[in-house]
């Protein structure tokens, strides 16, 4: 059974920064694909960031775009986001997932999802 468990959100003013971790646990953390998706009250779950395998392969929205980075450390089956320049409109439950294809803009392909981690940003 794949686990992910993600941690590091949390109340922080706009323009500030936080970094998110996702641990994966339960088989080999290099076969995935990992993403990073967020959902506000009342919207769907919309892509943030994704990447490959390798880590060599990035993906972002263009609304986070130059503000956000993702990163993977497949020794500790780690995944990262670290979000710069926090807005307002960056408040919403935070969710890593895992998928075994290569990296998607939607949600539908991720096999395995966390728990999520609320990020609220204020004005």
Known sequence: QVQLVESGGGLVQAGGSLRLS????GRTFSMFT???FRQAPGK????ITAISRSGGGLY???SVKGRFTISRDN???MVY???NSLKPEDTAVYYCAADYEPPSVVVGPYDYWGQGTQVTVSS
Do not use: H, I, T
């Not at 996702?22 to 646990?25: F, K, L």
């Not at 769907?44 to 892509?47: G, H, I, P, V």
């Open 44 to 47: 769907e779950r919309e892509f």
């Open 22 to 25: 996702c641990a994966v646990s």
């Open 60 to 62: 972002y929205s263009d």
């Open 34 to 36: 990992m993403g990073w």
């Open 75 to 77: 020794a500790k089956k």
């Open 81 to 83: 986001l670290q979000m």
